[in-house]
């Protein structure tokens, strides 16, 4: 091996070691402590076809039915609305169309991870909104212990309705 490559190769070794103790997102940060979350994509996987009687969701008087108005709103345990996109329903999905999602930015940012989540989802009707379903609920936190999940998955006790979420974790 030629003298010069020899002097070469400890300095490739360093600047090997150097970029690999680098996180990948360029900040400058631990990527193992993130101090926030963004949920920044939900989907709605399934919901139940019919609503709890049997009927259509948007069956009228006049015999016209229709499938639902598909929105959702993310609440904490203690009631508070976190967020909704009842103004960005997406209208008359049929069980053929699913999965049906919405993108947000910068989303639903969360700096502790302590709160406890769940979504509702409603059929969003001119006389007002009939729920659909609610998820079981979660804590960013179990998240966090999981090794920072970017996803998660819920379903309703029964199973009929199920909303996934994407996150990303942020120093």
Do not use: K
Not at 44 to 67: F, K, L, M, R
Not at 79 to 93: A, E, K, V, Y
């Amino acid at each position: 091996m030629r003298p010069t490559l020899l002097l070469r190769a400890p300095l490739v070794l360093l600047l090997g070691l150097a970029f690999a103790a680098c996180d990948n997102d360029g900040n400058g940060g631990d990527d193992n402590n993130p101090t926030r979350v963004t949920i920044h994509q939900v989907t709605i996987e399934t919901a139940p076809p019919t609503n709890p009687g049997g009927d259509d969701w948007d069956d009228d008087p006049t015999g016209v039915t229709s499938d639902p108005d598909l929105y959702f709103e993310l609440f904490d345990s203690n009631g508070q609305l976190i967020l909704s996109t009842s103004n960005d329903d997406r209208p008359n999905i049929g069980p053929g169309e699913f999965p049906v999602s919405w993108s947000f930015s910068p989303g639903a940012q969360f700096n502790q991870f302590n709160r406890t989540l769940h979504f509702e989802v409603y059929d969003n009707d001119p006389n007002g909104r009939e729920l659909m379903g609610t998820t079981e609920a979660f804590t960013l936190q179990t998240l966090a212990d999981q090794g920072f999940r970017t996803f998660v998955s819920l379903e309703s006790p029964n199973g009929d309705l199920v909303v996934s979420a994407r996150l990303r974790w942020e120093e």
